[in-house]
């Protein structure tokens, strides 16, 4: 299996064993609405723009709500079965879902005191970091200093403001680089640079 499908499966276990109503790190989403907007992603293309375009969140949000009322069995079995062959999301599985499935994974696990990062091998964080790097450009976008994220290798990324004279580093393996650049709080980034920056740069509205 691909680490997107691996990550699907490790994700469906830990809602199974937290249930449908505990937190995630989604806002007030519970598991179930996780659940939902997983299952609305993939299998309602009709309703998913509403996730990205704001001028028709509430047809989305509508639909998703009926979705989540639905038996939590059922809907356990729609996220593990993935997209329906008729789906887009189907054919290019690896290239749209590694990420999702991987963040929302984390959402359901960091949501409860006591988490602790995992052990991914060499390949996930190889995959993780070419994500990170395109959604660092976003996440930290509006960040008055350069943002320099670095793994432990040693390989690093430059986003926020690159012609700034002050720069704050996020170390941290690929995983755990993503998750901050996602708007994650719940992560063990080191973060190092001026004191005032680092706390501004930590405080930014990261989410996609």
Known sequence: MTFAQDERHALVDSMTERGADAPTLCGEWRNRDLAAHLILRERRLDAAAGILVPKLAGRT????AEIAARPWSRLLDEVRSGPPVWSPLRWIDSLANTGEMFV???DVRRA???WEPRRLGQD???ALWSLAKGVARHGYRKAAVRVVLERPSGDNIVVGARDADES???RAEPSELLLHAFGRDETMVQPSGEPDAVAAVLALDRGV
């Open 168 to 170: 704050v580093v996020l």
């Open 112 to 114: 409860h005191s006591g």
């Open 61 to 64: 949000e509508r639909i998703q």
């Open 124 to 126: 996930a964080q190889k």
């Open 104 to 106: 929302h994974h984390e």
